[in-house]
């Protein structure tokens, strides 16, 4: 079943955007490989990734649910920075790291690795957040762009899992001190 969920998931463009009713990409992949989802669901995929679903799974073509939305061209976010206030909202939602800054300082989209999943528009508080056409002169093919947002994706998964290890590690330390001055 890994097999066919991970042939599933590399059919998707992987932006990780949600639009299907799943948190990310490879959960809509186990989804459909489970029967629990169609193959329909992937606005940014389109009729492109229903027609790759469809041949790997020997099902037939169906059209876009359009309950999850509709197919747009490639788009990146961009940050109109007069306008940003550097409240990392943005920072926070991206799902492959895409967006750099710090508190209270501009930030700025790295538009090779924005995956156009659109989750940072809606946590902006001063609207500074537009989405623009992925530029033609952009070498790189629908499936390099998928793979590398895959890697940044995963990579993020990893160093949050981390941080929220290292965050508890602290809460211990913390507990175990104070246990030991509660001791004296």
Do not use: W
């Amino acid at each position: 079943m890994t097999d066919i969920i991970q042939q599933i998931n590399n059919c998707l463009p992987q932006t990780q955007c949600g639009q299907c009713g799943f948190k990310a990409c490879h959960p809509y992949a186990q989804a459909i490989a489970e029967g629990r989802a169609d193959i329909n669901q992937c606005p940014p995929g389109g009729d492109e990734g229903i027609l790759a679903l469809a041949k790997l799974l020997n099902v037939p073509v169906k059209p876009l649910n359009a309950l999850h939305g509709i197919h747009k061209p490639q788009q990146v976010a961009f940050i109109i920075e007069r306008d940003c206030i550097g409240c990392v909202k943005c920072i926070a939602a991206c799902p492959v790291d895409a967006i750099l800054g710090a508190a209270k300082l501009m930030h700025t989209v790295i538009a090779t690795e924005c995956t156009g999943c659109e989750l940072c528009i809606a946590p902006c508080p001063v609207d500074c957040i537009v989405m623009q056409p992925v530029e033609k002169n952009n070498e790189m093919t629908k499936r390099e762009r998928a793979d590398r947002a895959k890697s940044r994706f995963e990579a993020r998964n990893i160093r949050k899992k981390r941080e929220i290890e290292q965050k508890a590690e602290r809460i211990q330390q913390k507990k175990a001190e104070l246990a030991n001055l509660n001791d004296y």
